[in-house]
C-alpha cells in the first residue's frame, strides 16, 4: 500500500509520496482552482435572459428563468401565466387561456407557449366526445367526417 503522485492527464511523473501504509482509509485529492468570474456568461448581457439567468448546463447551454409568469419556448423570454377556466370544448394553455379544442395538434402553435403542439401531448391524447379522431391524433368535430374535405390533413377523415 502507497500513496503515489502522478500527471491526471498521462500518468506519468510518478512520484512515490508515502510507502509501506498499513491501511490507507482514504485520501483526498485537492486542486486549486482560480474561477474567472469575468467569463460567467450570466456576467454578459444577463445571458441573454429576459429575467433570471441560472447559470450553464452540461453542454455549456445558459439557463434561464422566471420570478414571474414562465418560461416561454424559446429559452429565453419570459410569458405572463394567465389564468385559464376553459370548456369541455377548450384546450387550457400551459401558460393559460384557452383556445378551440380542434386547433390543437394541427403544426401551428396556438397557445403563446407552444404547449398545444408538444409531441407528448398530441401522441397519447384522446378526443373528446362529438370529435373524431384523426390517424395523425388531430381532432375535428364529428360533423366535419366524410363531407368531400380533407379536414385531418392525412385523409383519414374521408
Known amino acids: ?17 508515502r510507502k509501506d501504509i498499513a491501511r490507507p482509509m482514504g485520501i483526498v485529492a485537492v486542486q486549486h482552482i482560480d474561477k474567472d468570474c469575468s467569463a460567467d456568461p450570466c456576467k454578459i448581457l444577463n445571458g441573454g435572459c429576459e429575467d433570471t439567468c441560472l ?10 428563468g422566471c420570478t414571474q409568469g414562465v418560461l416561454a419556448k424559446d429559452g429565453y423570454r419570459c410569458v405572463p401565466k394567465l389564468s385559464s377556466n376553459c370548456s369541455s370544448e377548450e384546450f387550457s394553455c400551459s401558460i393559460g387561456g384557452c383556445i378551440p379544442f380542434y386547433l390543437t395538434c394541427d403544426g401551428i402553435p396556438h397557445c403563446l407557449d407552444g404547449s398545444d403542439e408538444l409531441q407528448s401531448y398530441c401522441a397519447q391524447r384522446t378526443c ?3 370529435y373524431f379522431q384523426c390517424n395523425n391524433h388531430r381532432c375535428i368535430p364529428e360533423t366535419q367526417v366524410c363531407d368531400s374535405a380533407q379536414n385531418c390533413g392525412d385523409g383519414s377523415d374521408e
Open 128 to 130: 373528446s366526445v362529438g
Open 55 to 64: 447559470g450553464v448546463d452540461g453542454k455549456g447551454k445558459i439557463l434561464c
Open 1 to 17: 500500500h502507497a500513496v503515489i503522485r502522478a500527471n491526471k492527464y498521462s500518468g506519468s511523473d510518478v512520484v512515490w509520496l
